[in-house]
Structure formats: structure tokens, C-alpha cells
């Protein structure tokens, strides 16, 4: 009985790896087909794959950087290793709680006020009927989108300019005082979500229209006839139909909470807002590139991205545990 089970310990092992080596030469002789088969599907996504690839995933080996006293002379490789200096030295500054303040603040501000705005004009976008002027609507609103941030900010000082800004000009022509919109602290975290919401909240839209065409009539069908008025059915069809994209655009919005966007605010920075427009991305363009300390900037960097990462991973558990499916 003994020598029986011994020779099916020896046969079962070789059985085994030969059926593994079986399913694999499978898997390989399925993907080849596949690849044949959708080529030129292969072949459309191939840029953007290429895009991720350089862009996104070579530079991470950037982030050894964090570890090393980086030196040009020297080189990557070659650069001394100092472990967690520059993070010891980084979270010890007194800078980082204002810069973390700011960055904080000008996030929430927008995930408060901004990312409503395009599930909202989305919604009034489907509730019209003439569609000349619904495709006129999304054109305006659409437009924004294509400008790039010097033109928007410098729209924003011909509008908004102490100086010669239309809006001063107007105060001034009815008997009031220049209001410094530009240049008041109280003020200046709402110009810059106000300048995000008109820039890119009728882009956004796009998403939740699509959601929103994947919305079968019948349901709106079936709640008319239970006499369901447009309200209702906005709250009881509508906003349960897109629910689920909205979550995962939220997920993907807490994965950005600590990028802000450079080119902005650093085209908004004066003088007298300069201690609520200090943020990650502008504290390490201005440690990193003006004064040449790459590797203390590339701990500002990797800090974000790690706060990014945390957060969605927690967003997502949590949007799961509440029966939703979450990003992943």
C-alpha cells in the first residue's frame, strides 16, 4: 500500500506540470489569436500605451531620487544615498503645514464646489427638449475647456484688474470704490475655483451625459405613468442611474486632492496672496528647479502621490462596504 502511494506521489506532480504547461501553451495560443483577431484595436491603443509607459511609468525610477543627495556631476546612479534625510527635513519644515493648509483648502474648495457643477448642468442638459439650443448650450460651455490657463488668468485680469479691470471700471462709473479682487486674500481661494468651475465644468459634463444617455426610457415610462413628476423622476431615476459613475469619478477626484494645478496659481501668485498660494507643485518648482535641490523636491512629489494613492484606496473600500462597485 505503501509503495502504491509513493509511485502516485511521483505520477500526480508530473501529471500536474504537464496539464500546467498544457493550459499555458493554450493561454499563449488564445492570446495570439486575439492579438490577430483585434490587431488594429491593438494597434489605435498603442499610442496611448506608449503614452503611460514613458510618461508615467519609466519615471518612477525618478522617485530613487527622494533617497539620494542627487548631484548632476555625478549622476543618478551614482549620486550618494542618505536613506530618509530629505523626508525627515521635509516634514520638519514650518513651511509644510502652510503649504499643506493651501493645498488642502484650494482641494476641498473645488471637491465642495466644482465637482457638483458639471453633474448639475448635466442634469438640466437632459431635461431640454429643443436640440439646436442644447447643442448651443454644450458648444459655450464646452469652449473653456480649449483655452489654456494664460489665457484664462489673463481674461480674469482684464475682467477683475484693479486697474483697468471692466468690473472696477463699472464700480468706479456708478460712484464706488476699487475692489481688489486679485489682490484680496479674502478672496482669492474663491477666484481660483471660480476660474476652475468655467474653465472645465462644461467638459465635465461630457462623462455624465453619456451616463445619462445609458439611462433606459422605460424607467421614465413607467414613472410617468405612476404620475412621477419631472422632479421626482430626476431624484428616483435619473440620480440613481449615474450614481454609480459619480462615485467613481469622486474616487478618482480623491486621488488628486493634493494636485491643485501648478500652471494656475502660480499665474494667480502676487505679492499679497503669496502665503495662500504656496503649494506642493509651486514649493517644489521653486525648491527644486530655481534652486536645484531635485532630490528635496522630489520628496514634495512622492508625498503627494502617496496621499493620493491612500485616499483612493480608502474611498474605494469604503464605496464598496456601502454596496456600491466601486474604481476597482
Given at each position: 500500500m505503501l509503495h502504491n502511494r509513493v509511485e502516485r506521489l511521483q505520477v500526480e506532480p508530473a501529471k500536474g506540470a504537464k496539464e500546467v504547461r498544457a493550459f499555458q501553451a493554450d493561454r499563449k495560443q488564445?492570446?495570439?489569436?486575439?492579438?490577430?483577431?483585434?490587431?488594429?484595436?491593438y494597434l489605435m491603443a498603442a499610442p496611448g500605451l506608449m503614452f503611460f509607459l514613458i510618461f508615467k511609468y519609466v519615471p518612477l525610477w525618478g522617485l530613487l531620487l527622494a533617497f539620494k543627495n542627487y548631484s548632476p556631476y555625478l549622476g543618478f546612479w551614482d549620486s550618494e544615498w542618505v536613506g530618509f534625510k530629505y523626508f525627515r527635513e521635509f516634514f520638519a519644515n514650518p513651511d509644510f503645514v502652510l503649504l499643506f493648509r493651501n493645498t488642502m483648502a484650494i482641494s476641498l474648495l473645488n471637491i465642495v464646489f466644482f465637482f457638483p457643477i458639471p453633474i448639475i448642468v448635466?442634469?438640466?442638459?437632459?431635461?431640454?427638449?429643443?436640440?439646436?439650443f442644447k447643442k448651443l448650450v454644450q458648444t459655450v460651455i464646452y469652449l473653456p475647456h480649449f483655452l489654456s490657463w494664460v489665457i484664462i488668468v489673463g481674461i480674469c485680469f482684464l475682467i477683475f484688474g484693479q486697474g483697468s479691470g471692466v468690473i472696477n471700471q463699472l464700480i468706479v462709473e456708478f460712484g464706488g470704490r476699487k475692489i481688489e479682487f486679485l489682490t484680496n486674500?479674502?478672496?482669492?481661494?474663491?477666484?481660483?475655483?471660480?476660474?476652475?468651475v468655467w474653465k472645465e465644468a462644461g467638459w465635465g459634463t461630457i462623462i455624465f451625459l453619456a451616463a445619462l444617455a445609458g439611462i433606459h426610457s422605460e424607467l421614465y415610462e413607467a414613472a410617468q405613468i405612476d404620475g412621477a413628476s419631472r422632479w421626482k423622476q430626476m431624484l428616483h431615476v435619473t440620480l440613481p442611474g449615474i450614481r454609480s459613475t459619480i462615485i467613481v469619478l469622486l474616487i478618482l477626484r480623491l486621488g488628486q486632492v493634493m494636485d491643485v494645478g501648478f500652471e494656475q496659481i502660480y499665474l494667480m501668485t502676487s505679492g499679497p496672496v503669496a502665503h495662500l498660494a504656496d503649494v506642493f507643485d509651486t514649493y517644489a518648482y521653486r525648491v527644486g528647479i530655481?534652486?536645484?535641490?531635485?532630490?528635496?523636491?522630489?520628496?514634495?512629489?512622492?508625498?503627494?502621490?502617496?496621499?493620493?494613492?491612500?485616499?483612493?484606496?480608502?474611498?474605494?473600500?469604503l464605496a464598496k462596504k456601502f454596496g456600491e462597485e466601486g474604481l476597482y
Open positions: 488564445e492570446w495570439a489569436v486575439a492579438l490577430r483577431r483585434d490587431k488594429y484595436l448635466a442634469l438640466l442638459l437632459n431635461e431640454v427638449r429643443k436640440l439646436a486674500p479674502d478672496l482669492f481661494w474663491g477666484m481660483l475655483t471660480a476660474q476652475s530655481q534652486q536645484g535641490r531635485f532630490s528635496y523636491a522630489t520628496v514634495a512629489g512622492l508625498f503627494k502621490s502617496v496621499v493620493g494613492l491612500v485616499l483612493v484606496v480608502m474611498s474605494n473600500r
